[in-house]
């Protein structure tokens, strides 16, 4: 079984959008709005580090992907949310 995680580390704080139409990310109960056609991974590995995520879930439209299953660009109503992710014992 591959144990394929997204890491990130930092902390900063994100402003709440006024809608949540068009493409976005949720994070920490907040909203950031992402342009379509922005790098995918980069920008949620950025999304998390400024929120203070080191380990994170990524679900995008609802289903779980992996880093390796994400694509590479945002289109348009792309929504991502970002969970935070707890290893027990570790």
Avoid: C
Avoid at 10 to 22: I, S, Y
Avoid at 36 to 50: C, H, L, Q, V, Y
């Amino acid at each position: 079984m591959n144990d394929e995680m997204w890491h990130a580390t930092d902390e900063r704080q994100f402003r709440t959008a006024d809608e949540q139409n068009g493409t976005f990310i949720e994070v920490n109960g907040g909203l950031m709005e992402v342009a379509p056609g922005a790098n995918m991974k980069e920008t949620i590995i950025r999304t998390a580090r400024d929120a203070g995520l080191g380990k994170f879930r990524v679900y995008l439209n609802g289903a779980e992907v992996k880093p390796s299953q994400a694509p590479d660009l945002f289109t348009e109503g792309d929504t991502v949310r970002l969970s935070a992710y707890d290893v027990a014992g570790v």
